[in-house]
């Protein structure tokens, strides 16, 4: 499987950037595909997450309301809208699948997820 991030760039706090994650090499209907990123210095923190199957969404607390996850099926590709971007936001975003354990999703557990993509940067100036 490769994922390949891509959209990461500079923006202005209060601006808006759209990242993609394009997926190969396998269907995905039994994952699900998040986002997380990673400040210098900090731990990888979770963003959001998409179930495959039925589009069942989950968001980490700081991006609620702000960042929206969406995905096209037919491409196999997930898309990141952020709007109201804030100077911590910036870091670098990773995509990575994820599938069920025992029954259960864990979707901010960054352990849990099998594949990643190669990371985008994403700068906010104040």
């Known amino acids: 499987v490769q994922l390949q991030a891509s959209g990461g760039g500079l923006a202005q706090a209060g601006g808006s950037l759209k990242l993609s994650c394009v997926a190969s090499?396998?269907?995905?209907?039994?994952?699900?595909m998040g986002w997380f990123r990673q400040a210098p210095g900090k731990e990888r923190e979770f963003v959001t997450a998409?179930?495959?199957?039925?589009?069942?969404?989950n968001y980490g607390d700081s991006v609620k309301g702000r960042f929206s996850i969406s995905r096209d099926n037919a491409k196999n590709t997930v898309w990141l809208q952020m709007n109201s971007l804030k100077p911590e936001d910036t870091a670098v975003y990773y995509c990575g699948l994820a599938r069920r354990y025992s029954g259960m999703w864990y979707y901010s557990d960054y352990s849990r997820y099998d594949y990643w993509g190669q990371g985008t940067l994403v700068t906010v100036s104040s």
């Open positions: 090499g396998r269907t995905l209907n039994n994952y699900a």
């Open positions: 998409i179930r495959w199957n039925d589009g069942s969404t």
